[in-house]
Nanobody
Framework: QVQLVESGGGLVQPGGSLRLSCAAS????????IGWFRQAPGKKREGVSC????????FYADSVKGRFTISRDNAKNTVYLQMNSLKPEDTAVYYC???????????????????WGQGTQVTVSS
């Protein structure tokens, strides 16, 4: 059974950190580019970050550059999103997704993602 499962969300104060995990089962995650997306209440889903399957290139939305870091552990079939210096506007449900499409600087958030996780809530509030 093909599945992506996110974990690591929670409530954190502004300026704090969280690390999200995206664990895959039923397929080899390293063969896919993995994207992180988020959706806040009343807002459209937006791309946060992506790591390419081909060469490990990483991409970030401007709003998270310098604060978030995406990485992958192929041995654990898991991708991580380290989130530092969190802000209230980072509050959202975060999803990971897997794509076999080529991802590049301007395309990573818009390619077709085949598999999606169920999401994990991140709340940044004092």
């Amino acid at each position: 059974q093909v599945q992506l499962v996110e974990s690591g969300g929670g409530l954190v104060q502004p300026g704090g950190s969280l690390r999200l995990s995206c664990a895959a089962s039923g397929f080899t995650l390293e063969s896919y580019s993995i994207g992180w997306f988020r959706q806040a209440p009343g807002k459209k889903r937006e791309g946060v970050s992506c790591i390419s399957s081909s060469d490990g290139s990483t991409f970030y939305a401007d709003s998270v550059k310098g604060r978030f870091t995406i990485s992958r552990d192929n041995a654990k079939n898991t991708v991580y999103l380290q989130m530092n210096s969190l802000k209230p506007e980072d509050t959202a449900v975060y999803y990971c997704a897997a794509s076999r499409d080529y991802v590049g600087t301007y395309s990573w958030a818009h390619v077709g993602y085949t598999y999606w996780g169920q999401g994990t809530q991140v709340t940044v509030s004092s």
